[in-house]
């Protein structure tokens, strides 16, 4: 680490550092169930500064347990409780939802938070609620998590289980053709093939895939395929790379932090560096509401990014590939979609 202490704080001190993948309300909701208040500050925010970040895209994520009944009413709760949170926090903590809000988080040292979607099942078959929550601050859209919804399949996590090979519904192209009239951006990540293809054929700007690898590396349906990664870097847009051990490697015990650069150095070598970017999916903090998880983060939390930058040093990458990597090509799609 001394090797290149300087300019590893040199990056992390220039960059505008995005991590465009984290189910932070998921945890913030808990918390405040259990009657606790400015959980981000307590719980989330040392690891942030640690690592020098400045937007947090935070998912709105809902479990098996809470669909359908509950979905709408469980995604406007983690809204509300971030919008309490900003209240309790107001000097540390706000809500982005364009690039002039994301530059004054950078200028005022706060942190920033972006809202997507992890699945559209708060929507239900209701497509005058994506205002809603495009009003709220959603900016991003994955129409599905790993299941199947009214938008249309998603994707498995291994190719050994049973793979759902539908492509989008007519309500699933209903929300890209209104998601590109408000100015949000599709996110590709958990949809599978058929509904990858379907997303790329029908969108008309930058597409992301906010926190998935290369399928060469680690083979997995939540993976990208080559041609997908060329798909998105056609569209303009951007691939996010997971930390977490089963989509950074097979077998996933063997994920480690040079796994993730494999990751990086791969993509970059079929897209080149414009096109990658960092979307953690950082899951060890959920493991206190989920029974015997095996997979494990890569980068050990947030606080952590230095582990990564000196990887990426270490092989070659120069500052300002890296300063790409962690946020300048994200704000580029955010710069052209965002409204």
């Known amino acids: 680490m001394e ?13 505008i550092t995005i991590d465009a993948h984290f189910d932070l309300l998921f945890d913030v909701a808990a918390q405040r169930e259990l009657g606790r208040k400015r959980v981000i500050e307590s719980d989330h ?9 400045n937007i947090i895209v935070s998912s709105i994520y809902l479990g098996d347990g809470d669909l359908p009944e509950m979905a709408l009413r469980k995604a406007l709760n983690q809204v509300s409780c971030l919008y309490t949170e900003i209240e309790e926090s107001p000097d540390k903590i706000m809500l982005c939802k364009n690039i002039q809000d994301i530059m004054q988080a950078k200028d005022s040292g706060k942190v920033g938070i972006m809202l997507s979607f992890e699945g559209v099942e708060p929507l239900g078959t209701d497509i005058t609620l994506l205002r809603v929550f495009y009003e709220l601050g959603v900016r991003m859209i994955g129409l599905t998590w790993s299941r199947r919804n009214a938008a249309g399949d998603g994707c498995a996590f291994d190719f050994a ?19 590109e009239k408000l100015g949000m951006i599709m996110d590709v ?7 990858f293809s379907d997303i790329i054929r029908d969108s008309h700007q930058p597409v992301i895939a906010s926190h998935s690898n290369t399928r060469v590396i680690a083979n997995t349906p939540r993976n990208l395929t080559d041609e997908q990664l060329r798909e998105i870097a056609t569209s303009g847009g951007v691939a996010g790379i997971n930390a977490v051990s089963k989509i950074a490697s097979k077998p996933p015990k063997d994920a480690t932090i040079e796994t993730l650069v494999d990751h990086i150095e791969h993509m970059v070598s079929i897209v080149g560096i414009d096109h990658i970017g960092i979307g953690l999916d950082l899951c060890d903090m959920l493991n206190k509401y989920v029974k015997n998880r095996t997979a494990f983060d890569v980068v050990r939390n947030h606080g952590a990014l230095e582990d990564l930058t000196e990887s990426l040093l270490e092989r070659g990458f120069e500052k300002d590939d890296i300063l790409k990597i962690y946020g300048e090509n994200m704000l580029r799609v955010y710069r052209e979609v965002l409204s």
């Open 3 to 15: 090797k290149f202490k300087q300019l590893i704080n040199e990056i992390h001190d220039e960059s």
């Open 45 to 53: 925010l040392p690891f942030f500064h640690k690592g020098g970040w």
């Open 161 to 179: 289980e049973h793979q759902m090979t539908g492509g989008l519904s007519d309500f699933g192209l209903a929300v890209i053709e209104e998601a």
């Open 189 to 195: 990540t958990h949809i599978n093939d058929q509904g």
